[in-house]
């Protein structure tokens, strides 16, 4: 199954199941089927290109693999074109001059910046770790034993360009990968590997879409860590004892339970039991980051943080000690919204867990990185709230 297909309109039979069983909007079996009949006359709807946060659960519940995500994404891009996006939407650009990730940037302690100035290196290269834009910044990811010794390349001008996906800004999407080809045959490498989901899913299956032209092998780092765990290289001398839910990545369903499943493994083997939210796997929340995708929403911040405190409504009801996720964007977005929810349950990145299994002594500079990111929202992001002007792609 294809599911980064366009939209086939021949094979949707206007069941509605899409949207009746989407994750976010769990929409009576009648309102979903008008709001299919709606986008089939491009009329304006009352819900989903308001409301949906393209996790692409829909492509994976539709029962005539129709791919009704590709059409919500088509109507955003026509949107933005048409009208343009609100001046907002600027600050959550990605490769906009001042940005959120930019802003915290900013204010990382001497070591953190150090190591981002060594992952600027250009020279050329066989093998390279490609850090994405979360882990940039979070470096400090990055300092553990765990991993060896890591060529490790990019900075924030090698965004993959997930956000733009998400939200239908196709023709950035596209010099995103004209601008990633180009890098990547700079530096001459032969294979990448990733930490991240994301950028995982962006580099094999959707950049090629958009025109880019890779010469590179492509693989996912959790296999091989969760493989060096079982073979013994690595071995668990403080075992976790706690039980933990997981924030699915939206980008994880792609790649199947084969894939979703190495958390839970590597989990298993730290000593952490999983508690399994309700909607968990394919049809997981998002993290809140979707809330800022749609054409209306041009990341408003209350959109953001209505997902962002849904996802952690969903964990606090599993009763689990803590929630973890594998995506460093999915663990910002959480620890941002952690600042807003009364709850006790820590929120980490797997690799951390895994390092407090092995014994190794955590940094955690999330919270403060949070309160950053908070409150260049308020300040940065504030003011353009009550601007009427647009931006056009």
Known sequence: MDYFAPFDAERCIGCGECFHQCPVMELPLDVARA????????????????????????????????????????????QNRRSGRPARSRYFDPLAEDNFR??????LPA??????????????????????????????????????????????AECCGEMYFRAGQFDKLRSVAAHLTAWSRRLGFKKMTLLC?????????????????????VEHLLPRLVERF?????????????????????????????????????????GAEVVESRRNRERALCC????????????HPWNLTRETLR?????????????????????????????????????????????MATGEKLSRPQGARARRTLGGVVVKQGPLLLSRRRLVD
């Not at 800022?292 to 990341?299: I, N, V």
């Not at 969903?314 to 973890?324: F, I, M, N, R, S």
């Open 35 to 78: 709001e299919v009949a709606r986008l089939d006359h491009a009329l304006p709807t009352k819900h989903v290109l308001q409301r949906c946060t393209s996790c692409f659960a829909c492509n994976f519940i539709c029962p005539e693999g129709a791919n009704p995500a590709q059409r919500i994404l088509d109507r955003w891009h026509e």
């Open 102 to 107: 930019t802003h915290l940037l900013g204010a």
């Open 111 to 156: 070591e953190e910046k150090a190591l981002l100035r060594q992952w600027t290196d250009t020279s050329p290269c066989e093998e390279i770790f490609f850090p994405g834009c979360n882990i940039i910044t979070a470096p400090y990811l990055m300092q553990t034993k765990l991993l060896g010794d890591l060529n490790i390349r990019g900075t924030l």
């Open 197 to 217: 989901t994301a950028g995982w899913n962006l580099f094999t299956n959707v950049l090629p879409r958009y025109g880019a032209v890779f010469d590179f092998e």
């Open 230 to 270: 079982e073979r013994g290289e690595l071995t668990v001398s403080h075992p976790l004892h706690l039980t933990v839910t997981i924030q699915e990545s939206c980008h994880a369903k792609f790649f199947g339970d084969q894939y979703m499943d190495l958390p839970r493994r590597l989990l298993k083997i730290l």
């Open 288 to 299: 809140g980051i979707g809330g800022g995708f749609s054409a209306s929403s041009a990341y």
């Open 311 to 355: 996802a952690w409504h969903e964990a606090k009801q599993t009763g689990a000690d803590a929630v973890v996720s594998y995506c460093a964007g999915c663990l910002q977005m959480l620890s941002v919204g952690k600042l807003s929810y009364p709850t006790g349950m820590p929120v980490y990145h797997l690799l951390e867990l895994a390092r």
